[in-house]
């Protein structure tokens, strides 16, 4: 399957922080063809790095997508069957307007003078894309961990255009632990000489900072079972240790080279603004309980969660679960197990497969 | 009875009714109603309702692998000790709360029977019969832990912590002042009219606060 990104342009989009970015730009691929009823559109919303690319094999950069083990002919999210449609976040940097765009009235990228965004902001631009390609009612939001929240801001913000919703390995509400990881990824950056106020581009990247934010991440990412497995105490290679601060252990290299990696792929104030959303969305904000918040919700629920996943603990996904049930909303749920830690919604696929090709089949079936 | 032409429906249904007590459920629930099934394992019995009663289906399941599998059929089903599912949901959500041969499994079955009549309009409850004449005698002529068809298990390694007989149930009825809209007594693919707590296999019986 290849796959080809386009861009579409919006006139303006008014945030919740009360500032309105005009114009702005969001960045997406489709699989699958949308059929006669348009009643088969399911919306892939990616995690805090991902991008529109989620299936498939780029025709501009020969890469496989992110999600290219679930979206597919025959896959979980069939392309045989039902419409993909993927974006990239507002904020981002991987073709949706975000602090490295170009600022229309300076002619400059915006950088910090970009306006903080929110989950719901991120949503309001995914909704301005679906009604884009006349898509009256998604039969299906998923995604995992910030996509997570972002299919649950979609079941509340537009009950009446999701059918279904698929939140996996994540929240409703960041916790103390979740903004600290984040925060200490921030401070990196900006502890960066090399970030300067935000102003770096054109000039050298905060590229030290940003490895190492990506760094924490990663160790958030796995599982003490699945780095011991993947690294154990391996030296790399060498045989004794070096008595210096060359890489020793595999799991340096490894995070080293992860954090290399993803300094050439991301930008630093992307990273800043995206974490700043993820840190800012709390669902129950405004309500007196969570169910309170997701008594509007009208879809039927899909909720998963992994045994080994620290970051995103099955705890958060079940009080999901249970202020769906205060509310008799139909919700499925299960804790897969793994040792993948977070990443097991990107890399334990067999059982996810099973559980959302079934759950889509049953309310596809209702809706023809 | 209806129940018997359930059963020779089709073979499917049959297969499915190894579990007899299915069939007498899916006689006593109304088409189209909210039924919530407590235990529900892979789903079987609310896919089949759904698929024959068109009945809006829920189950609550502990056991992961079954809930997968529940799920992956279509049913929706969540992860969950039994009393803790019931303790969410507001009052009188449900047409039907089905409680089919796990009864005897749970810690606290009065709680759950109570909270089941809360959650729901009406309860359907089975459960094989601890008072069977095979049941007593093969405790009096053993002098062990009874051991049959029906209580297959060794005593260390039983799912059942709670025996419970015919009478224990009506005589709970009364004391929690229940209405008991029907009871129908099971032996093997026969219903059993008379002396029900010495000739019944297994009770089902429906009921209301």
Excluded at chain 1, 202 to 220: E, N, S
Excluded at chain 1, 245 to 271: C, M, P, T, W
Excluded at chain 1, 342 to 355: I, K, N, S, Y
Excluded at chain 2, 10 to 19: D, K
């Amino acid at each position: 399957m290849i796959s080809e990104t386009q861009t579409v342009q919006f006139s303006s989009i008014a945030l919740e922080c009360g500032v309105t970015l005009t114009p702005v730009e969001v960045t997406y691929e489709t699989y699958g063809e949308l059929n006669a009823a348009k009643n088969n559109a399911i919306l892939i919303v990616h995690a805090f790095s991902g991008d529109a690319h989620a299936a498939g094999i780029s025709k501009d950069t020969g890469q496989t997508g992110w999600w290219d083990n679930m979206i597919g002919p025959g896959k979980a999210f069939d392309t045989d069957k039902y419409f993909i449609l993927s974006s990239n976040v507002l904020g981002g940097c991987r073709g949706s307007t975000g602090p490295s765009s170009i600022n229309p009235e300076t002619g400059c990228p915006y950088a910090m003078d970009f306006p903080v965004i929110t989950i719901g902001d991120m949503v309001r631009l995914q909704k301005m894309l679906v009604d884009h390609l006349g898509i009256p009612r998604l039969l299906a939001v998923a995604g995992g961990s910030m996509g997570g929240m972002q299919v649950l801001e979609w079941a509340v913000a537009y009950p009446d255009r999701v059918a279904a919703a698929i939140p996996i390995a994540t929240t409703a509400r960041h916790s103390a632990q979740q903004i600290a990881f984040n925060e200490v990824g921030r401070q990196a950056i900006m502890a960066d000489p090399d970030w300067c106020g935000g102003n770096y581009y054109g000039k050298t990247r905060p590229a030290r900072g940003l490895a190492v934010a990506r760094m924490v991440g990663h160790i958030t990412y796995m599982s003490d079972d699945s780095m011991r497995e993947k690294f154990g105490r391996r030296l790399r290679g060498k045989n004794e240790f070096g008595f210096d601060f060359s890489v020793d252990f595999e799991v340096e290299s490894y995070l080293r080279y992860r954090g290399s990696q993803f300094v050439d792929r991301f930008d630093a104030n992307s990273y800043l603004y995206i974490t700043k959303a993820m840190d800012y969305f709390d669902l129950t904000a405004g309500h007196a309980s969570l169910g309170a918040a997701l008594e509007v919700a009208k879809a039927r629920f899909l909720v998963i969660s992994f045994s080994s996943d620290w970051l995103y603990p099955s705890y958060q996904s079940l009080e999901t679960v249970r202020a769906l049930r205060s509310r008799n909303r139909d919700v499925a749920y299960c804790e897969l197990p793994s040792n993948y830690g977070h990443d097991a919604f990107l890399a334990d696929v067999a059982e996810e497969t099973d559980l959302i090709r079934g759950f889509l089949a049953s309310t596809y079936r209702s809706l023809s | 009875m209806a129940a018997n032409a359930t059963m020779n429906a089709e073979p499917f249904v049959r297969e499915l009714l190894g579990r007899r007590d299915y069939a007498i459920i899916g006689d006593i629930i109304q088409p189209g109603a909210k039924v919530l099934d407590l235990g529900c394992g892979d789903g079987e019995l609310l896919a089949w309702l759904a698929a024959n009663k068109r009945i809006d289906a829920r189950g609550v399941e502990i056991s992961g692998p079954l809930v997968q599998r529940a799920i992956a059929r279509g049913v929706s089903v969540f992860q969950s000790d039994i009393e803790e599912a019931l303790s969410d949901y507001p009052d009188g959500v449900f047409d039907y709360i089905i409680l089919s041969q796990t009864l005897q499994e749970t810690r606290a079955p009065l709680k759950i029977l109570r909270e089941m009549l809360r959650v729901g309009r009406h309860g359907v409850v089975a459960f094989p019969n601890f008072a069977h004449w095979t049941v007593r005698l093969s405790h009096l002529l053993t002098g062990r832990s009874p051991q049959t068809k029906l209580f297959p298990h060794d005593w260390y390694d039983s799912p059942n912590i709670h025996f419970l007989t015919v009478t224990d149930f009506e005589h709970l009825g009364i004391q929690e002042q229940w209405t008991i809209e029907r009871r129908i007594f099971l032996a093997g693919q026969r219903h059993v009219h008379l002396l029900p707590n010495l000739m019944a296999e297994v009770a089902v019986f429906l009921l209301r606060k």
